[in-house]
């Protein structure tokens, strides 16, 4: 079964920090691999996704995600944190002709 | 502007009502879908829909009810044998859900509660 993973349900960081947040999937055939943001009360927004076009990935607001195949994973990282990427975020698997599977997602705060 | 709308943004529930939760998309999407979000649990498929007149269940699709009468319109109904309605609630789309690197794109949700 294709299943994610999402390591630290609450990450904190300062402002300026480097952000990581950490995703692995279980998946038997290569899926696409999504990371979505969450702002309050709102829907989720597309960051970035993976198609295996490059295994490096740029996304929107200065996100990038590494899919790394012999870790399974897709961890998505910032090089300097804004007050304004405090969210949730939620990294999401689509197997071939399958529904996403999402993560339990991680909040980050950003502190001053 | 395209998008999704969900609403109401707010609704309560009474005991053995049935309410029922609005969806709209004007992206001229095949696909919708119904996602239930509660904390710490990431988001879980309720219902889903391929096309006009079709529908499937998800994983948690007990006590729900959908509708896809027009390509625009995907309304989910919370019924009273749902005994744990209490959540978030997300519609989404996509331009077919036969594209699986095809994103969704979401509406702003509705929280129900039970009162």
């Known amino acids: 079964a294709q299943s994610v993973t999402q390591l630290g349900s609450h990450v904190s960081v300062s402002e300026g920090a480097l952000v990581l947040l950490r995703c692995n999937y279980s998946s038997s055939v290569p899926p696409y691999l999504f990371w979505y943001v969450q702002y309050p009360n709102q829907g989720l927004q597309l960051l970035l996704k993976?198609?295996?076009?490059?295994?490096l990935v740029k996304g929107i607001n200065g996100f990038e995600a590494e899919f790394k195949k012999s870790e399974t994973s897709f961890h998505l990282t910032k090089p300097s944190a804004h007050m304004s990427d405090a969210a949730e975020y939620f990294c999401a698997l689509r197997p071939y002709g399958q529904n996403f599977v999402f993560g339990p997602g991680t909040r980050l705060s950003v502190l001053p | 502007d395209g998008g999704i709308t969900q609403s109401p943004k707010y609704l309560f529930r009474k005991e053995g009502q049935n309410v029922t939760l609005s969806c709209e998309q004007n992206?001229?999407?095949?696909?919708m879908y119904w996602y239930r979000q509660d904390p710490g649990q990431g988001l879980r498929l309720i219902y889903y829909s391929q096309i006009v007149n079709d529908f499937q269940k998800g994983d948690i699709a007990e006590g729900y009810s959908v509708s896809r009468e027009k390509k625009e319109s995907f309304p989910l109904t919370v019924t009273s044998a749902q005994k744990n309605p209490t959540a978030f609630y997300l519609c989404a789309s996509s331009i077919s859900s036969w594209s699986t690197n095809e994103k969704l794109f979401f509406g702003s949700g509705t929280q129900l509660s039970v009162l």
């Open positions: 992206l001229n999407h095949d696909a």
């Open positions: 993976y198609t295996s076009a490059a295994t």
